[in-house]
């Protein structure tokens, strides 16, 4: 499969454009369901690294908060080191979700305009009812997935405070004074990844009906 993505890869280095990557790929027997597929799953994998992500954040700065001593430095950066992960994966995880958005797109406007190609009113029938019940679980899964995108925002955001905060604060009466904000953080992060959680669940919904259509 790896020289297939290659092939496509290549097309569309040189058009720029997602169109062309859709068309090598089907040439090759890769279609648009089968490239959706891969995205959600691709999407699945990055909230769970994002989950991962905070948690670690969240450790390394309950260390921080709880220091008895030591390189305060060496404790910051690791703070420091946790919170760029957490937005990488952030970040990660939006990119994926553009992605399964792009081919959604394709997908569904593909499979409509195909409506119009058969000769069999119950066939057509069939196939429409099948686009349309596939369209309302994928409208589902996507909410789910924004809403957890959306979640990731405020726990940045507290990271992002409390990183320049220290940065600029490094002694033991700053640290002291971020432990109200670790309680919110944890807040915040638990109801990120209940949020991820849920968006993983609709996910693997929307998957197991689209393999069977």
Known sequence: MRYLIVIALSVMALTGCQSAY?????????????IMVDRVE??????????????SALDALS??????GG??????????????????????????IADIEDVSQ???????????LYTSSKLRRASAQKLKETK???NKMLSAMKRSEQKMTPVLNTLRDNTLYLKHNLNAAA???????????????QSAIKQMNAAINESNQFL?????K
Request: proline content about 0%.
């Open 22 to 34: 859709y068309s090598a790929m089907e040439k090759v027997g890769y279609h648009k369901r089968d």
């Open 42 to 55: 691709d999407a699945k994998q990055s909230q769970q690294e994002a989950q991962q992500e905070f948690t």
């Open 63 to 68: 260390a921080l908060t709880n220091f008895k």
């Open 71 to 96: 390189d305060l430095e060496d404790i910051y950066n690791r703070v420091n080191d946790k919170y760029q992960d957490s937005e990488k994966a952030a970040a990660d995880v939006h990119q994926r």
């Open 106 to 116: 394709a997908l569904f406007e593909e499979w409509n305009s195909e409506l119009d």
């Open 136 to 138: 309302a679980s994928y």
């Open 175 to 189: 640290v002291g004074s971020l432990q109200g904000e670790f309680a919110s953080l944890e807040k915040e992060i």
């Open 208 to 212: 197991e009906k689209l393999k069977t």
